[in-house]
């Protein structure tokens, strides 16, 4: 068995790592971090988790933690990750980041978007962006420390890669609105984020400045062998959890609906976390509730010129800690379904 620690373990991102570490087959937490809830069990802090009543939170004692894990997952807020990486990654052990310290190539772009200086420049250039669909797999691999992707970048950039790659749309036009539940915003408690602030509203927040704007750039320009930049907007919506995209990009191709959704199904023919929906068919975050699935729907508007790829994700999942335990199972050499085949929780 794979002994994993996980730093962070108090938060929602660290509560369903542990959730979905709990049915895997070859890996076992031995340990999990909280400076805030230190000497309470994952259970008391999460009340769904009762089978980690037997393991209690712990301050992160990077020592001690060292002698007894093998992979750590780091589920700590952007900044505080970096030296907690640098330390566990230089001393032989793998790491998946869920922070954003380390998706970034450019430290200097990190420091403009994330006002915080990047200590550890030569570890970064180790890390592997960690979205194996638009062709990162082989990499994650074979490496030891992969940052995982954020969760609106992940349901664009899956929206988007067929077609960047196919070369089927003009990526100097594109458009990504994204619709987000509370959850994304973390467990922390904040006026913005209050029961009564939240319900019944609907709002964008970031606009032009959201910080997953520079992660998603950065991919797409990869996939589109040129400098792209992006309209990204982000908006707040009152549910638990889920994040829906609509993606707008004009088509540089004549192209049907029947062969826009053929191009979709062989790029992600062989993914077993996408799900490419046919007949103009638009996915639901319900139906992704609670899984590490993709679902993509899309729409060619023959009347604009444009193609409308919408996508579902669950921003908790595949969004950050499925994604992460994907990579895992692709780091150690398992497989890369194991413990991440659960259906959508409906209702």
Not at 84 to 103: N, P, Q
Not at 273 to 293: A, D, E, I, Y
Request: net charge positive; charged share 20%.
């Amino acid at each position: 068995m794979l002994k994993v620690a996980i730093c962070g373990g108090s938060g929602y991102t660290g509560a369903e790592l542990l959730r979905l570490l709990a049915g895997h087959p070859r890996a076992k937490v031995v340990a999990a971090t909280s400076e805030r809830s230190a000497g309470k069990s994952v259970a008391e802090v999460h009340g769904h988790l009762s089978r980690y009543s037997d393991l209690v939170l712990e301050p992160l004692d990077r020592e001690s933690l060292m002698k007894r894990a093998d992979l750590f997952f780091m589920a700590l807020p952007h900044g505080a990750s970096q030296a907690a990486v640098d330390f566990f990654f230089s001393g032989g052990k793998k790491v998946v980041d869920l922070s954003a310290d380390f998706r970034l190539g450019d430290p200097l772009v990190y420091e403009e978007w994330y006002k915080v200086p990047h200590s550890f420049r030569k570890t970064l250039k180790k890390a592997v962006y960690g979205l194996p669909e638009i062709g990162h797999r082989n990499r994650i691999k074979k490496a030891s420390l992969v940052a995982n992707p954020g969760c609106y970048p992940t349901g664009a950039l899956l929206g988007l890669y067929p077609v960047l790659k196919a070369g089927l749309v003009d990526a100097s036009s594109l458009v990504v609105d994204s619709k987000s539940g509370t959850s994304g915003a973390g467990r922390k408690a904040a006026e913005a984020f209050s029961f009564c602030e939240v319900n019944e509203t609907f709002r964008a927040y970031g606009v032009g400045t959201h910080r997953h704007t520079p992660e998603i750039e950065q991919e797409i320009s990869a996939l589109a062998k040129e400098q792209v930049v992006v309209n990204f907007t982000p908006h707040l919506v009152p549910i638990d959890r889920g994040i829906l995209s609509t993606i707008y990009a004009r088509l540089a191709k004549d192209v049907s609906q029947r062969d826009a959704e053929a191009l979709f199904a062989r790029a992600y023919a062989k993914e077993p976390f996408v799900r490419v929906l046919k007949g103009g068919v638009l996915p639901n975050v319900k139906h992704v509730r609670g899984t590490n699935f993709c679902e993509i729907g899309l729409k060619v508007n023959g009347r604009t010129g444009t193609l409308v790829i919408v996508t579902a994700i669950d921003n908790l999942v595949k969004g950050a800690s499925g994604a992460a335990v994907q990579n895992m199972n692709l780091m150690m050499g398992f497989e890369e379904t194991a413990a991440l085949g659960a259906v959508a929780l409906n209702p």
